[in-house]
């Protein structure tokens, strides 16, 4: 029953912004440090951003730090990502992951979502 479901994405050109968002059910949320990654096509899959299970630490790749926002709100089961003056480099299947902060073998995705930054 754990569902981690991304939804927000879509088409934007180069400057504009998206804001996914990840709903989660089936697991206690609280006790999970959320990450965002992302995967274009021919790359590896990245990290783009984490968050503490308690939301008081946030870390993001070089690549997006000053542009990208994550957060959460352990009251509503969602983490979202906030993405600013967006690039075509950007461009990718972004994925929401769970990972209990106490067992790693508790590792969730969702589904993913496509960001497509283009003119």
């Known amino acids: 029953q754990v569902q981690l479901v991304e939804s927000g994405g879509g088409l934007v050109q180069p400057g504009g912004s998206l804001r996914l968002s990840c709903a989660a059910s089936?697991?206690?949320?609280?006790?999970?440090?959320m990450s965002w990654y992302r995967q274009a096509p021919g790359k590896e899959r990245e990290l783009v951003a984490r968050?503490?299970?308690?939301?008081?630490?946030?870390t993001y790749a070089d690549s997006v730090k000053g542009r990208f926002t994550m957060s959460r709100d352990n009251a509503k089961n969602t983490v979202d990502l906030q993405m600013n003056v967006l690039k075509p480099e950007d461009t990718a299947v972004y994925y929401c992951?769970?990972?209990?902060?106490?067992?790693?073998?508790?590792?969730?995705w969702g589904q993913g979502t496509q960001v497509t930054v283009s003119s």
């Open positions: 089936g697991f206690t949320f609280m006790w999970y440090v």
């Open positions: 992951n769970a990972i209990h902060r106490g067992n790693s073998n508790l590792n969730y």
């Open positions: 968050i503490s299970s308690s939301g008081g630490t946030t």
